[in-house]
DNA sequence: AGGTGTGAAGGGTTTCACAGCC
DNA sequence: GGCTGTGAAACCCTTCACACCT
């Protein structure tokens, strides 16, 4: 099997697949059974251009003057998407953040299913929160074996990052959705996406400082 | 006075400024007064190369053989990406990931104010969270005009974020933290920046299972 | 006519590599 | 020698534009 397939396709191609999946979601087949690129493009915010060579991994391809079929370009998205084996996830961390992202991923995804989370604090251990069991840090190694986890959100305060960070790896995770303001540096075998929030409220504020200036003239 | 300065430059290189700042922050200037562009960028997890060049519209010089006055360099960068006016935020949606944002925000960043959060539930107006007044979506336009907020970090559902964008950047914000997995639509003059939970977890999720195929060979 | 798939062009970002300096 | 700043090359990503199809 050649397998040319998901190989080399970058973050961002990624991304896009998974942002016209949902919209795709979101259409009532029984109403709209086809799609043309330009009108899926506009909804999800890039051109169709670009909606068109992103699709073209994934194989799917569509008819002329009749656009793509809702339903199959769904199947061939998840199918590609999605792969063979279960995504399992942990949520590491179970601070204000920690919360939030149980409750926002177990009740928003389907893809990926949260199997529980972490804490270090004993108060929390053994309870059990938006239908998630809270494990303590010393189990961490077992759950990922247990659960088969194979991606973990990273919730942890900055000075624990990376050391988790290397625990999970160790245990087998292979992807890391990380919220700690660090830079985690990680032996290979493994794929981080970081997630900085205060970088990203800053850089949105300094955007809108020149906005502002720009409104005085 | 010229002003090239903070035009045209991408999100990207602003971003990584702002890491290159906290990186800076971190260090105690009595025991290191100065870094090399090479120790600093390991830090942040770029090239030295990336670092350098990213220091050049900021237009601080580092000496040869000396490298970056730790002080002078934050001052620098300080003065390059917070601007002349104040960066005062609104939180709008006071959900899960709404109060996480306002804990997250209060307690960890100095440069942008959390001046109050807005929320629909007339349950939750008045009180007080994590030293944030919580106002009714109605005292919208009230609150950024009297507070003279330019940026704001949106958490509301799905459906209402459309909407509720329109009224911010109507009523005067410059820049749009957005949280709600929709692409917003907005007339220029606003900067937005997407925050896609979902969409970062299942990015890890594909490369997480790639990676795991790999293993297996 | 009005779609799709895609080679080729264009634009932006990162890395290379080296002159200049201490 | 070993650092910085930066032109030039390499690389990646997006857009253009057009052949092809129905």
């Known amino acids: 099997m050649p397998d040319i397939t998901?190989?080399?396709?970058?973050?961002?191609?990624?991304?896009?697949?998974?942002?016209?999946?949902?919209?795709?979601?979101?259409?009532?087949?029984?109403?709209?059974?086809?799609?043309?690129?330009?009108?899926?493009?506009?909804?999800?915010?890039?051109?169709?251009?670009?909606l068109r060579r992103d699709l073209m991994p994934v194989g799917y391809e569509g008819s002329p003057n009749r656009g793509y079929d809702v339903q199959k370009l769904l199947a061939s998205l998840s199918g590609f998407l999605d792969g063979a084996r279960d995504r399992n996830c942990l949520v590491v961390g179970v601070g204000n953040l920690g919360k939030a992202l149980m409750a926002y991923f177990t009740t928003r995804n389907p893809n990926v299913r949260i199997v529980g989370a972490i804490e270090a604090d004993p108060k929390l251990?053994?309870?059990?929160?938006?239908?998630?069991?809270?494990?303590g840090l010393?189990?961490?190694?077992?759950?990922?074996?247990?659960?088969?986890?194979?991606?973990?959100?990273?919730?942890?305060?900055?000075?624990?990052?990376?050391?988790?960070?290397?625990?999970?790896?160790?245990?087998?995770?292979?992807?890391?959705?990380?919220?700690?303001?660090?830079?985690?540096?990680?032996?290979?075998g493994a794929y981080v996406e970081n997630v900085d929030l205060t970088r990203s409220l800053e850089v949105v504020a300094c955007f809108a400082n020149q906005y502002s200036e720009e409104g005085r003239r």
Chains 1, 2 share one sequence.
Do not use: M, W
Request: proline share 4%; aromatic share 4%.
């Open 138 to 188: 010393d189990e961490l190694e077992a759950v990922v074996l247990q659960a088969e986890v194979t991606v973990a959100a990273l919730a942890v305060p900055r000075e624990a990052a990376q050391d988790v960070a290397n625990r999970l790896v160790h245990a087998g995770v292979k992807g890391l959705l990380n919220f700690a303001p660090v830079h985690l540096d990680l032996p290979g």
């Open 125 to 135: 251990i053994g309870r059990i929160i938006n239908g998630c069991r809270i494990y």
């Open 6 to 50: 998901t190989r080399q396709l970058s973050d961002k191609v990624i991304g896009r697949l998974t942002l016209y999946r949902r919209a795709l979601r979101e259409i009532d087949p029984t109403e709209q059974g086809t799609i043309f690129s330009h009108d899926l493009a506009k909804r999800v915010g890039v051109s169709s251009a670009q």
